[in-house]
């Protein structure tokens, strides 16, 4: 991103430059789960197949945790080291590290006390009972390194060695390959060797993340760093929002297993067979959904950075590019899907088989029904991480929910009620379907408020005024409804200074590239373990160290934390009392609860101000200069700060 210039680098380049990244990687993950299933298919069979996927959820839970520490932990540190706090980035390491440690040996060993009940749970058949169990006994034993590689990769792409963590997963994978045969025919180990070269593989991701660890570009990883610190609640909180994605995953996952098992033993196929169909498609289908999520991922930070900038015209280019090659590749793999099924299912069973006729019939039939418009779901991935780049990260939640868990599921349950095991593969089209339509809505509605914006610069954006005559940068944190504000403009406007409130969260959307209402809304977020919330502090950030060059007024966002070991900064304080605060605030802001609505503000303001500086925010020893505004009035306390501020312009 340093060398690429995001506003001016052709978005050909720029697609090309971060999609393929994304793209690979995540292919490598699917590929991974994709061959134990192709060799097991051809070495075990109907039943080795469905063994797999029962115990696939495990495998979802596992890189969910992964996901929750490990992507938590890379966004902690890409914070901390964007503040300059390599220390605290440091200890979020090493916290992190030791957490993913205890937690995958707690799933190994609650996985494996309790695995006969998660193997019923998850859909398993009588005939696939012991196969599920042997496989993912196995499984659970590797879980550990699994969890741990996967959490690390995140660390060690924050630390800025994406190389070395496509790496790390690759080398796991190609050993994967390689043992897969050797265990399986070689050994004749069955589904056991399947899981045994898995976890093998696993083993070899596991060391080569390790082995980065004391190699780490940021900082060095010192022995006490290994604790558990308060910084992993805020880790966890980073990380949520790719847990609760891969959990929804899970849902659908445990549900269509258990209506393949429940309504395919009434079917002429049996259980076996559409458990072990549904788990093959599901994992084809996610080489698509990889490779649109890659496209996507990979076009975030360029809409992002452009949209923020005003660069409209930039916009609408990359969604146009986005949405046309993640339509190419949903026509190609809808192509695929229905009509070269047999070819791509033949790959994971042996024509020996004796259920080899049966098999087939239904995975074309499965792929006929249930895939049928499965290329239609390009725009609902793609909406959904477009708007999310847009700032509208509520709206993108409830996209990316639409299809699963909205309406397939309830969907999948009452037909398959009415229509049998038929009627779960019918769910498919009917939620793709309608979820096209209204991703559509959505998608067309937010292109339309994308209007022709020339970029603008800080200069373009900074109140054009004088020099000022004082060498002062004055900074005030107010009580809300104390009247700060206007004191600060007043005081900017007597020392004809630049005043910064509001124009503070125009140049972080560019900083950002989220929408200055998005900024408006969050910057002093209740939800304060949100990455945007971070990533908003960090771009106010930004922008008041660069403003704070000259003489200014900045009012708020913790601007005498940001500028503590910058020289020439005066802090003020000004508050007021409950009575006062509320007439201003049902004066000016028309708040008719206006008590209620004072301690809700204050009590975010204290949260913010704490959660970032780790100080109280009314601690009246942080300030130079704290003044209650009804003692002398909106106008005299600005007097009263001009007063002051010229008393120390003589002292220097």
Request: proline share 3%; net charge positive; aromatic share 12%.
């Amino acid at each position: 991103m340093k060398k690429l210039d995001l506003g001016k680098e052709k978005i050909n380049k720029l697609l090309l430059a971060f999609s393929i990244p994304c793209i690979i990687s995540m292919l490598i993950n699917s590929f991974y789960n994709i061959v134990d299933q192709i060799f097991i298919g051809k070495g075990v069979g109907t039943i080795g197949n469905a063994a797999t996927n029962v115990i696939f959820p495990i495998v979802i839970i596992c890189n969910a945790i992964a996901s929750l520490i490990g992507n938590g932990a890379a966004a902690n540190l890409s914070l901390k080291l964007g503040e300059g706090k390599k220390e605290e980035g440091r200890v979020c390491v090493g916290s992190s590290i030791l957490f993913l440690i205890i937690i995958s040996l707690v799933i190994a060993i609650l996985g494996e006390i309790f695995l006969p009940t998660l193997v019923n749970w998850f859909g398993s058949t009588e005939t696939v009972f012991a196969s599920a169990m042997t496989y993912g006994r196995i499984i659970l034993l590797g879980a550990p390194f699994m969890i741990i590689y996967t959490g690390l990769s995140s660390i060690i792409r924050a630390d800025g060695s994406p190389k070395y963590s496509m790496v790390c997963l690759l080398v796991g994978a190609i050993i994967n390959i390689i043992l897969d045969p050797v265990f399986i025919f070689g050994f004749n180990m069955g589904v056991a060797g399947g899981a045994w070269a898995t976890i093998i593989g696993q083993f070899i991701s596991f060391l080569i993340a390790v082995f980065y660890i004391p190699k780490m570009k940021s900082f060095k990883l010192k022995k006490k760093d290994f604790k558990i610190t308060k910084e992993i609640s805020k880790t966890l909180g980073l990380g949520l929002s790719s847990f609760i994605t891969q959990m929804s995953v899970l849902a659908l996952f445990v549900v269509m297993n258990n209506l393949m098992t429940r309504y395919g033993a009434s079917s002429i196929y049996g259980s076996d067979i559409p458990l072990s169909v549904y788990g093959i498609m599901s994992k084809l289908n996610n080489l698509f959904v990889s490779s649109i999520l890659g496209i996507s991922i990979g076009a975030q930070p360029i809409i992002g950075y452009n949209y923020g900038a005003g660069n409209y015209e930039r916009v609408k280019e990359t969604l146009k590019k986005v949405l046309l090659v993640g339509l190419c590749i949903g026509i190609i793999f809808n192509i695929l899907f229905y009509f070269f099924p047999s070819i791509l299912v033949s790959i994971f069973i042996s024509p020996s088989d004796p259920t080899y006729q049966s098999f087939m019939d239904f995975a074309i039939d499965f792929a006929h029904i249930f895939l049928l418009v499965c290329g239609l779901n390009f725009l609902e991935m793609t909406t959904s991480i477009v708007i999310q780049s847009l700032g509208k990260v509520k709206k993108a939640t409830i996209v990316s929910f639409i299809r699963q868990i909205i309406l397939f599921i309830p969907l999948a349950f009452y037909l398959s009620s009415k229509m049998g095991l038929y009627g779960a593969l019918y769910a498919g089209p009917i939620a793709d379907s309608i979820t096209f339509v209204i991703a559509l809505f959505i998608f067309y509605s937010e292109y339309k408020k994308l209007k022709t914006k020339k970029t603008e610069t800080i200069s373009e954006i900074e109140p054009q005024t004088k020099e000022g005559k004082t060498n002062y940068v004055i900074t005030i944190a107010r009580e809300y409804g104390s009247g700060g504000r206007y004191v600060g403009k007043l005081l900017a406007d007597k020392l004809d200074i630049p005043f910064y409130d509001k124009e503070i969260i125009r140049l972080a959307a560019k900083e950002s590239g989220y929408q200055e209402s998005f900024i408006k809304e969050n910057e002093e977020s209740k939800n304060l373990y949100y990455e945007q919330d971070n990533t908003i502090f960090l771009a106010e950030s930004k922008v008041i160290k660069e403003i704070a060059k000259k003489p200014c007024v900045i009012i708020g966002r913790c601007a005498d934390y940001v500028l503590k070991n910058q020289k020439n900064v005066l802090k003020i304080l000004l508050y007021s009392d409950e009575e006062s605060k509320i007439k201003r605030i049902q004066k000016y802001y028309g708040i008719k609860d206006a008590k209620s609505e004072m301690k809700k503000i204050d009590r975010q303001r204290a949260k913010h101000y704490k959660y970032y500086t780790k100080e109280d925010w009314l601690n009246i020893n942080r300030y130079d200069l704290a003044i209650n505004v009804d003692t002398f009035g909106v106008e005299e306390t600005s007097e009263k700060i001009r007063n002051f501020l010229e008393e120390k312009n003589l002292n220097k």
